[in-house]
């Protein structure tokens, strides 16, 4: 009889590590379960949620590894600081791992969904023989777990391992961001534009009073904020301006800002993003509108639009070059952006 080790690896640099037995050929997800052993690379970022992510996990592992231990190596990573689950993942998919999973909030998350990514390809691609495909899964553990939201997911990790062990998959749905420079970025949930996005750059500061961080960012960008007028260009066709924009949300999936249901019609397996646009909203219609935006029920408000796109440029029409940008709750500078759908582009167990 053979027998293999489950491998618990703690990572503090960018590598990947298998376990000690791994055999070859495909892992598949779909409609059935685990066929063989192979490797599951989880990604863990400790210091998530104000640490509560490192000490939860602890108390996860015994069971994760009596659930799926017998049936696959479980890879441990922990990312060492930003951008670090990039590299882990990266590394991940070239050694052929069947999945990696993100167990944190949408951050770690974002960053796992970039190292699927490389200079504008998809890893899995780099290798012209390869024709393995590694999956992309989720424990949400973290400060927010939007993402998980427009599944149904609970923030229940117990729930999140069953779902590992069936093994079901789908194709999801990714966007990406290109600005005048640099590499692209790719996102999962929501990119947003403005005042939204200046919050979330505040809440940043706050992650340590949880689902609070949000109504301290919003605060906070409130201060000094004006509407600003923007044109915007969908699916390459002509320009169109929107004058007084509050804030403009570009959704693959549905919720925001620690529970915001802000693109009610997105679905991140339809191939295209639901774009919705808030116009001269007041710092009251956000209190008196509140309710609205958080069931879903905002885009028959005056002054709220919304449209399918598989595309969207948008630009300042003063060029100030102060108008935020961020993708799943991360920063990612000013305008002008460029947002495309990735249709089907990832493999996700679900």
């Not at 939007?146 to 999801?172: L, V, Y």
């Not at 906070?220 to 804030?247: C, M, Y």
């Amino acid at each position: 009889m053979m027998v293999y080790r489950v491998a618990v690896v703690a990572m503090a640099k960018p590598s990947f590590l298998r376990a000690d037995q791994s055999m070859a050929g495909n892992l598949s997800f779909e409609h059935t379960s685990y066929k063989r052993r192979g490797d599951l690379v989880f990604v863990i970022n400790p210091k998530g949620a104000n640490g509560r992510t490192g000490k939860e996990w602890k108390k996860l592992v015994p069971y994760l590894r009596s659930r799926l231990g017998r049936d696959c190596n479980i890879c441990e990573s922990f990312t060492s600081g930003p951008s670090h689950a990039i590299d882990i993942t990266r590394e991940a998919i070239r050694e052929g791992a069947d999945a990696v999973i993100a167990v944190g909030g949408d951050g770690t998350l974002h960053e796992v969904v970039n190292g699927f990514f490389w200079e504008g390809k998809p890893v899995s691609t780099l290798d012209q023989g390869a024709t393995h495909t590694t999956a992309l899964g989720l424990i949400p553990l973290g400060t927010g777990s939007d993402f998980a939201r427009t599944f149904g997911w609970k923030n229940d990790p117990n729930e999140a391992i069953e779902r590992i062990a069936k093994g079901m998959k789908s194709r999801i749905d990714v966007g990406v961001i290109s600005g005048k420079s640099g590499e692209p970025h790719y996102f999962i949930n929501v990119a947003d534009i403005h005042l939204s996005a200046k919050a979330g750059y505040h809440a940043s500061r706050y992650k340590r009073f949880g689902n609070l961080c949000y109504f301290f960012g919003a605060l906070q960008a409130f201060t000094g904020h004006s509407n600003r007028d923007l044109k915007i260009k969908v699916n390459d066709e002509q320009w169109e301006i929107f004058s007084q924009v509050t804030a403009l949300c570009i959704g693959n999936a549905k919720f925001f800002g620690g529970g915001m249901k802000i693109t009610p019609n997105a679905d991140p397996c339809n191939g295209n993003f639901e774009v919705v646009i808030l116009q001269d909203f007041k710092w009251y219609d956000f209190i008196l509108k509140l309710h609205k935006l958080y069931k879903g029920t905002h885009l028959s408000v005056k002054n709220v639009h919304s449209r399918s796109v598989q595309s969207i440029e948008v630009e300042e029409i003063a060029g100030s070059g102060s108008i935020y940008v961020q993708s799943d709750g991360e920063h990612l500078g000013f305008l002008p952006q460029k947002f495309c759908i990735l249709p089907a582009a990832i493999e996700m167990i679900h």
